[in-house]
């Protein structure tokens, strides 16, 4: 038998390989999960009743790019949200973001960039899915620290030009995950400025962009609209899973350049997986309600504070902008989340299972990252514990 090269230096996916690290010694204590981004605050209670309304949609294929009161509804909330208007046109409907940062690439990711086999740039430490779409479509992705010296954010001018010209897409996670950095908006100007200098689209993942401490955080595509950019350089993709707490609806878009989005359209015209119809009614009625955002906000909000208070003298901890992650310094991550585990029943995630080996090092190796998903009181709880076995 054969099979693709392309995929054969893959490491493990993360979680299998938090399993395989924990999974044959006994917790220490009552089993905290903190390890994996699952919210575990209460869905919108509206669901069941617009599920209940549109159960008929069931016996229909679905439209591939998003019904019409679905995208009117993400229009609306792109204007709420951040003052632009962003046509139906702009914006195609996704099975969650995962699958859209997978499919851009495979939509728009050119075969060849001014003669040269093209480059993908992620930040590391990143969301895995942007480097396996690098190499489905060939391309050669490029690891670029995204630490504390750069403000947890890639620092993408900072590259060689001529490495600049090879590049087709530039991945940048705002809010960040692991790191809870954000984007400011001078950050999105500079990146769309050198976008247009070498000729390469950002591709922006905002899926955390609703979980903040103090100020809703910069969107890509409004920067766009006010600096007059080209649209076409720029592809947004935004969740229901963290916003609204609905990580198995499988809901999300993305918005961009007319172009972008009818190219998009018509390879999921073909091979696409579209949202069944009564899901898309119930995330139209999703993204048209604030006040469960609000409140879920909240109480992430409260976790930012007991965290600052629990790990208040931690060296090297600083609480997130943004986003609901820890990303705490440590000596070695997996043998902390190891001792962790063992001692306390606390469940975190290696930061090298996030990150790549490069030349200049791996940017996750002395970090864990901690969820932020439980309720206040287990999670001061489990946070208290992980203190006082890493830190004391
Ligand atoms: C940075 C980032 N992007 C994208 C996703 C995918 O989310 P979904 O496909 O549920 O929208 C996640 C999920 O954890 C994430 O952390």
Known sequence: MIYPERFSNLPEYAFPRLRALLDSHEPGGPVTPMSIGEPRHPMPEFLAEVLAANLHSFAKYPVNE???????????????????????????????????LFNIA????????????????????????????????????????ATAATGHLPDYAALPPALLDRVALAYVCSPA???????????????????????????????????????????????AVQTGADPERVLV????????????LRSGFVAGGPESIRRLRQLRAYAGAPLPEPLQAVAAAVWADEA????????YQEKYRI??????????????????????PVADGEAATLKLWRETGVRALPGAYLSRDTEYGNPGHGFIRAAMVAGATEFRDGLTRLRDCLYA
Not at 237 to 248: Q, T
Not at 292 to 297: D, G, I, L, M, P
Not at 310 to 316: F, T
Request: charged share 20%; net charge negative.
């Open 307 to 328: 965290a600052d208070e629990v790990l208040a003298g931690v060296p090297g901890y600083s609480g997130p902008a943004a986003g609901f992650f820890l990303w705490l």
């Open 66 to 100: 998003g019904t019409p009161a679905l995208l009117g509804a993400i229009t609306d909330w792109v204007q709420r949200r951040y003052g632009v208007r962003v046509g139906p046109e702009r914006i195609m409907a996704l099975n969650g973001t995962r699958e859209g």
């Open 106 to 145: 495979l939509a728009l990711c050119p075969e060849d960039k001014r003669g040269a086999r093209p480059v993908v740039l992620t930040p590391n430490p990143f969301y895995q899915v942007y480097a396996v779409a690098a190499l489905a479509v060939g391309a050669e992705p490029q690891f670029i620290p």
């Open 177 to 223: 995950n692991p790191q809870g950095a954000v984007a400011s908006r001078a950050y999105w100007a500079e990146l769309l400025a050198l976008a247009e200098k070498h000729d390469f689209r950002i591709v922006a993942d905002e899926c955390y962009s609703e979980i903040w401490r103090d100020a809703p955080p910069p969107g890509l595509l409004e920067v």
């Open 237 to 248: 993709v935004h969740s229901l899973s963290k916003r609204s707490n609905l990580p198995g």
């Open 292 to 299: 469960h955002v609000a409140e879920n906000r909240a109480l």
